[in-house]
């Protein structure tokens, strides 16, 4: 059956789960029931679909609910060929996600979710990329705060270095200047599963420190090197930094954009992520609590007895998050610093309306599905990254719907 003439264009896996939830809020705020996003509610409790669905709004009726099994290859075949597009925000998908995501590939239908798990990620590469590219099927991993405001950054950055001076940056470094938000449950979860991965198999570490572990295979090499791990100042920015937590995926997705893309910066091309945290002493002081505090988290989530109350005494649990005023009061922004081959330097503002763990991720993660489900994309199937499938439409979206800005400032 062609995606064209599937029964949905959406269907959002998990729709009862906290971050589910704010999904299929902001389809209906933003998409209506019934209109011209033919969209649908799934999950494995009908009840609970039935008691979301009647808090939407009084025509959301007229949205179907589907029930279906996380671990029953049959229902979730059947789910996947209903639909253009599965929406999926049930993790950690290291454990909950590689069936559903092999019923897409074998059903031709497309994917998004909001997976930040490496090791995960590549196993889903080696997998299915190359059968996704048979069937069509684009599976497009890390569509919330990690990693879509960064990979499209890149995108956006290099688009418009090469409009203004005819010649891409020859690296790029994304600088987070302030954030207001919530920890995600769901985001911690899958951290502490990866560590404990990491933990028991080295060859899981090594893919999780490599910093081209999701580019194609035979072309993991290049000039990056890990993530960074210390206090550094950035002249640049004429600040200190510390280490981002999430640029563990964030740089490994823009390097795997690039290649899907042929390397149209130059293999020499570099990409790096940080905290910025003020100049002098006291940008130096916090850079280093900050840094210290990220180092306690890893090495508390590393050994079992300390993983566990953690989890039960101090980080928020999956399911768990922020209410509506704390979600709307937060936001996120970014500086992006991209080098021209003459030294000449570029800057770009990316901003957040909401939280980014939660208001901002459930709107991007929306729009990356109605993208993948609605507009001209220029490639056919594969296991992709936001950029490479989506780009400009997605940016687009990002900025008429999701609350985003991107902006290249004088």
């Given at each position: 059956?062609?995606?064209?003439?599937?029964?949905?264009?959406?269907?959002?896996?998990?729709?009862?789960?906290?971050?589910?939830?704010?999904?299929?809020?902001?389809?209906?705020?933003?998409?209506?029931?019934?209109?011209?996003?033919?969209?649908?509610?799934?999950?494995?409790?009908?009840?609970?679909?039935?008691?979301?669905?009647?808090?939407?709004?009084?025509?959301?009726?007229?949205?179907?609910?589907?029930?279906?099994?996380?671990?029953?290859?049959?229902?979730?075949?059947?789910?996947?060929?209903?639909?253009?597009?599965?929406?999926?925000?049930v993790?950690?998908?290291?454990?909950?996600?590689?069936?559903?995501?092999?019923?897409?590939?074998?059903?031709?239908t497309?994917?998004?979710?909001l997976?930040?798990?490496?090791?995960?990620?590549?196993?889903?590469?080696?997998?299915?990329?190359?059968?996704?590219?048979q069937?069509?099927?684009?599976?497009?991993?890390?569509?919330?705060?990690?990693?879509?405001?960064?990979?499209?950054?890149?995108?956006?950055?290099?688009?418009?270095?090469?409009?203004?001076?005819?010649?891409?940056?020859?690296?790029?470094?994304?600088?987070?200047?302030?954030?207001?938000?919530?920890?995600?449950?769901?985001?911690?979860?899958?951290?502490?599963?990866?560590i404990?991965?990491?933990?028991?198999?080295?060859?899981?570490?090594?893919?999780?420190?490599?910093?081209?572990?999701?580019?194609?295979?035979?072309?993991r090499?290049?000039p990056?090197?890990?993530?960074?791990?210390?206090?550094?100042?950035?002249?640049?920015?004429q600040?200190?930094?510390?280490?981002?937590?999430?640029?563990?995926?964030?740089?490994?997705?823009?390097?795997?954009?690039?290649?899907?893309?042929?390397?149209?910066?130059?293999?020499?091309?570099r990409?790096?992520?940080?905290?910025?945290?003020?100049?002098g002493?006291?940008?130096?002081?916090?850079?280093?609590?900050?840094?210290?505090?990220?180092?306690g988290?890893?090495?508390?989530?590393?050994?079992?007895?300390?993983?566990?109350?953690?989890?039960?005494?101090?980080?928020?649990?999956?399911?768990?998050?922020?209410?509506?005023?704390?979600?709307?009061?937060?936001?996120?922004?970014?500086?992006?610093?991209?080098?021209?081959?003459?030294?000449?330097?570029?800057?770009?503002?990316?901003?957040?309306?909401?939280?980014?763990?939660?208001?901002?991720?459930?709107?991007?993660?929306?729009?990356?599905?109605?993208?993948?489900?609605?507009?001209?994309?220029?490639?056919?199937?594969?296991?992709?990254?936001p950029?490479?499938?989506?780009?400009?439409?997605?940016?687009?979206?990002?900025?008429?719907?999701?609350?985003?800005?991107?902006?290249?400032?004088?």
């Amino acid at each position: 059956m062609s995606e064209t003439n599937r029964e949905f264009d959406v269907i959002v896996w998990g729709a009862t789960g906290f971050t589910g939830t704010l999904v299929a809020e902001y389809l209906y705020r933003q998409y209506g029931a019934g209109g011209d996003l033919r969209w649908a509610i799934a999950g494995r409790n009908r009840q609970k679909l039935e008691e979301l669905r009647a808090t939407l709004g009084a025509d959301a009726s007229a949205l179907e609910i589907i029930e279906s099994d996380s671990h029953n290859k049959e229902s979730l075949t059947q789910l996947a060929s209903r639909t253009s597009v599965v929406l999926t925000t049930v993790g950690p998908y290291a454990l909950y996600g590689s069936e559903l995501v092999e019923a897409c590939v074998e059903t031709g239908t497309h994917y998004c979710d909001l997976a930040g798990e490496v090791q995960w990620i590549r196993k889903m590469i080696d997998l299915h990329h190359g059968r996704a590219q048979q069937t069509g099927a684009r599976i497009v991993h890390c569509c919330g705060f990690d990693s879509v405001p960064m990979d499209i950054g890149v995108w956006f950055l290099q688009e418009e270095a090469r409009r203004r001076h005819g010649e891409y940056c020859r690296s790029i470094t994304m600088l987070v200047k302030a954030t207001k938000g919530a920890a995600s449950g769901g985001t911690i979860a899958s951290m502490l599963n990866i560590i404990k991965e990491s933990r028991e198999d080295k060859a899981t570490a090594r893919i999780l420190v490599h910093p081209y572990s999701l580019n194609p295979e035979g072309e993991r090499e290049g000039p990056d090197d890990r993530d960074q791990q210390t206090v550094i100042y950035n002249e640049a920015a004429q600040c200190w930094t510390a280490p981002f937590v999430m640029a563990a995926v964030n740089t490994k997705v823009v390097r795997r954009s690039h290649a899907l893309a042929g390397y149209p910066y130059g293999r020499d091309f570099r990409y790096g992520e940080a905290v910025a945290t003020g100049a002098g002493v006291s940008g130096w002081l916090k850079g280093s609590g900050m840094t210290a505090g990220l180092a306690g988290l890893v090495l508390g989530g590393s050994f079992a007895a300390t993983r566990s109350m953690l989890e039960k005494f101090v980080l928020p649990k999956p399911g768990e998050g922020p209410d509506a005023e704390l979600r709307e009061s937060g936001f996120f922004n970014l500086m992006q610093i991209g080098e021209l081959p003459d030294g000449t330097l570029l800057r770009t503002r990316i901003t957040g309306d909401q939280d980014p763990g939660y208001g901002s991720t459930s709107k991007m993660l929306s729009e990356c599905a109605v993208c993948l489900a609605k507009d001209e994309l220029d490639i056919s199937g594969g296991v992709l990254t936001p950029a490479a499938a989506m780009a400009r439409p997605l940016l687009e979206r990002l900025q008429k719907n999701a609350g985003l800005t991107f902006e290249l400032r004088d």
